[in-house]
Each structure stands twice: as structure tokens, then as C-alpha cells.
């Protein structure tokens, strides 16, 4: 097949949108495979872009795989996407296509984004489950709202929650509220320390990417105190930093006396701008850094992108992150779970030994962070988990 061959797909599903004069028209998905950078071009103005599906980051985090960037047409119009990634199952006993925080939709907005959505999980079980024997294993995003539509969708196609994060909530800002309603929405405690950081004498800095080497010099200290081990996706910095805006990320700084006390890597396309990494120093907890470049970083994203929203990511455990960032999301953001992950398969065969492969890499994962709780125990989570982990005080 040409990469750039459309075909419908395999079970042609098909959905209901309003046309002119309110005439329902029936209309079929078609699905094309691009090459990696025309990939990373097309999803740029995705509403929901993110690092992960970038062809740049995951050939990078995950080089051993398949990588399929494949996009979803209607009526010829690019309506979305999903960079499907094909791992071989040992002894080449069967193979997984993974999409991670995927299929994305270009425009969230439009009234049958829903359908859409629902049309191109058909076609990734029509293709990779059906025509191929595949597990398909799905990751979606944590949801805006209470109920996530997008598992509602993988549970009601006969999707099986496999995986699930041990500390699953995801920090979520709300971008669109001028400085007054953010502060108001603010816990009063965050607001305290924010009050405290800005009569600290710090400075808040947007930088350009020709000053990546700044960053990477804090946070390898940073690393190198705390003396983590870093299993993060950190070894991609410099593949999305060498990308066109504005899937590049964003820098920033806080600067104190002089000095770098704190900096931050921010993913910005889209409608949800992601916090990627952060670094500090010594002197950034007592000065307050932390509030204060938050705080700006904020400013910065709603007066300078598209982005309604601003994912702080998780809390990896630990309960000081937890304060402190649902005091950030306040009465304005929200706090969701990424679900389980959904796998599928139409073949029994395929599902067992997909299954049965995750397992394993969980329990290897399990046994990881054992070790590193062993060998450092300021790196073992102090947060409670279950379904109250959000709400821990």
C-alpha cells in the first residue's frame, strides 16, 4: 500500500450528520498512512495534539516499534488521526497496535465530533482486529467532564480495561479567566504562597529554544540531587525542540538575584497545553519559585495560544505534588482520571497473548519501582491511592 493510498475501512462505518436543510447524510470514513513528518505537519491544528502522538517524540521514546501515523478523511477532508504503534509480541507470537491519548479529532467543536470519534474507533478495530489479528490497546485521555465519552465509546464496542496508572488523576487548569477570577479560583493557600513568591524579587522569563542548554544544565542538577531515577521521556527534549511552531514546545525561567532558580517545558498546540517537564534549584522552595512561574506560565498561555485548558500531568505518588497542584487547579480546573487502559481483539488468541504480555510488562514495572523505592525511599509515593487520591489532605 502507498503511504499515501486512501481506502475506506474495512467495515465502512458510517454515521449521521445534518447536512442543508437538516437532510441526515450518511457519510464513510477513509483512512490514510503519511509518512512521519507529513504526519507531524497534518496534526499540528489538531484540537487534541498532543506530544504523544507526534511521529518526532515516538519514533524517539520508542524506536524498536512499527510506527503507522495514520489520518481519518471524510468526504475527503482530514477530520482526524491516530500514530498507531505496532509491537511484535515475543517469539513473534502475535503483535499490539497501540495508540496512546489517540484517535485525536482536528476540531473538538464541530457537531459531530462525537461520531467522528466513534468512526475511527471502528476502523482501527475493522483494520488492526479484524483484517490483521491484532489486540488493539487504546489509552485515552483523562475527559474534561465527569464522564468520559471517549471510554464510553471503547466500553460500548466491546473494549476491556487492561493497565490502569496507580496514581491515575490529572491536574487540569482552566485558561480562559482574566487575573482576577484566576487568583479568585486559586486555593487560599496557593494564593498565599503565589502573594509570597511575588515579593521575593523574582523574575519571570519566556525564552527561546536556542536556550535549551540552560534548562538541561538545571534539571541534570536537579536529577542529580534528588538522585531519582528518571524513567520520564526526557530523552525526547531535543526532537521537539527541533520542531516548527507550534508543535515546539514552549521555555520558560524564573530568575533570581541573577541566577536560574527555576525553569519549565511546556506543550502548547491544541486545546490542552501540557506541562512537560520542570527543574529547580536549591533556592526555588524557599523563594516560592514554584507559584510564581506557575502562576505566569498561565498568563502567558492564555494570552498567547488557542489552549482552554493547561494539564499539569500527575502526582507520580506524591502527596506534596498533589497539594500543589489542586490548589493551581482551584474552583476553576478539574481533576479526572485517566481511565484504564482499553484493549480488543476479535480473536481469543489475540487477546490472551496481548493481554498476557502486558501483564508481564507490569509486573517488570512493578518490580522497578520496588527497587527504586529500595535503593531510595524518598522516591517511594507518599499519597494514598484508590479513588480518593484527588481528595487526599
Given at each position: 500500500m502507498s503511504l499515501t493510498e486512501d481506502r475506506p475501512s474495512q467495515t465502512a462505518p458510517a454515521f449521521v450528520d445534518v447536512g442543508q436543510g437538516g437532510v441526515p447524510l450518511v457519510h464513510r470514513l477513509t483512512t490514510r498512512i503519511v509518512s512521519g513528518p507529513e504526519w507531524d505537519r497534518t496534526i499540528a491544528?489538531?484540537?487534541?495534539?498532543?506530544?504523544?502522538?507526534?511521529y518526532a517524540f515516538a519514533v524517539t521514546r520508542w524506536p524498536s516499534v512499527q510506527h503507522e501515523p495514520m489520518l481519518f478523511l471524510l468526504d475527503s477532508e482530514v477530520v482526524g488521526g491516530s500514530l498507531m504503534m505496532v509491537q511484535p509480541l515475543p517469539l513473534r507470537l502475535g503483535k499490539i497496535a497501540v495508540s496512546k491519548w489517540g484517535p485525536m479529532r482536528k476540531d473538538i467543536s464541530r457537531p459531530d465530533a462525537g461520531a467522528i470519534y466513534t468512526g475511527m474507533v471502528e476502523a482501527l478495530m475493522a483494520d488492526y482486529a479484524d483484517a490483521r489479528g491484532q489486540m488493539i490497546s487504546v489509552l485515552p485521555a483523562a475527559s474534561i467532564t465527569s464522564v468520559n465519552d471517549a471510554w464510553v465509546v471503547?466500553?460500548?464496542?466491546?473494549?476491556?480495561?487492561?493497565?490502569?496508572?496507580?496514581?491515575?488523576?490529572?491536574?487540569?487548569?482552566?485558561?480562559?479567566?482574566?487575573?482576577?477570577?484566576?487568583?479568585?479560583?486559586?486555593?487560599?493557600?496557593?494564593?498565599?504562597?503565589?502573594?509570597?513568591?511575588?515579593?521575593?524579587?523574582?523574575?519571570?522569563?519566556?525564552?527561546?529554544?536556542?536556550?535549551?542548554?540552560?534548562?538541561?544544565?538545571?534539571?541534570?542538577?536537579?536529577?542529580?540531587?534528588?538522585?531519582?531515577?528518571?524513567?520520564?521521556?526526557?530523552?525526547?527534549?531535543?526532537?521537539?525542540?527541533?520542531l516548527d511552531d507550534p508543535l515546539r514546545p514552549e521555555l520558560f525561567f524564573v530568575r533570581h538575584a541573577g541566577e536560574l532558580v527555576a525553569g519549565a517545558l511546556i506543550f502548547k498546540a491544541g486545546d490542552r497545553a501540557v506541562y512537560l517537564y520542570g527543574a529547580t534549584n536549591d533556592q526555588a522552595?524557599?523563594?516560592?519559585?514554584?507559584?510564581?512561574?506557575?502562576?505566569?506560565?498561565?498568563?502567558?498561555?492564555?494570552?498567547?495560544?488557542?489552549?482552554?485548558?493547561?494539564?499539569?500531568?500527575?502526582?507520580?505518588?506524591?502527596?506534596?505534588?498533589?497539594q500543589f497542584k489542586k490548589g493551581m487547579v482551584g474552583d476553576a480546573g478539574v481533576i479526572q482520571p485517566v481511565p484504564p487502559v482499553a484493549n480488543y481483539a476479535s480473536r481469543p488468541l489475540a487477546y490472551a497473548l496481548g493481554a498476557g504480555a502486558f501483564a508481564a510488562r507490569d509486573a517488570m514495572h512493578h518490580l522497578r519501582r520496588q527497587f527504586d523505592g529500595w535503593r531510595n525511599p524518598k522516591s517511594r509515593p507518599t499519597q494514598v491511592r484508590g479513588g480518593s487520591d484527588q481528595v487526599a489532605e
Open positions: 491544528d489538531f484540537d487534541e495534539v498532543c506530544q504523544e502522538q507526534l471503547l466500553d460500548q464496542h466491546g473494549f476491556k480495561p487492561g493497565s490502569q496508572l496507580l496514581f491515575p488523576s490529572r491536574y487540569i487548569v482552566n485558561l480562559r479567566l482574566d487575573d482576577a477570577a484566576q487568583r479568585k479560583s486559586l486555593h487560599q493557600k496557593w494564593r498565599y504562597h503565589l502573594n509570597k513568591s511575588e515579593k521575593a524579587g523574582l523574575s519571570f522569563e519566556h525564552a527561546g529554544p536556542e536556550r535549551l542548554a540552560e534548562f538541561q544544565t538545571l534539571y541534570t542538577a536537579m536529577t542529580d540531587r534528588k538522585q531519582f531515577s528518571d524513567h520520564s521521556a526526557y530523552d525526547t527534549v531535543d526532537a521537539l525542540m527541533a522552595l524557599p523563594l516560592r519559585a514554584g507559584y510564581f512561574m506557575h502562576w505566569h506560565i498561565i498568563r502567558w498561555l492564555r494570552d498567547n495560544t488557542r489552549a482552554t485548558w493547561y494539564d499539569l500531568g500527575g502526582t507520580d505518588g506524591f502527596q506534596g505534588l498533589h
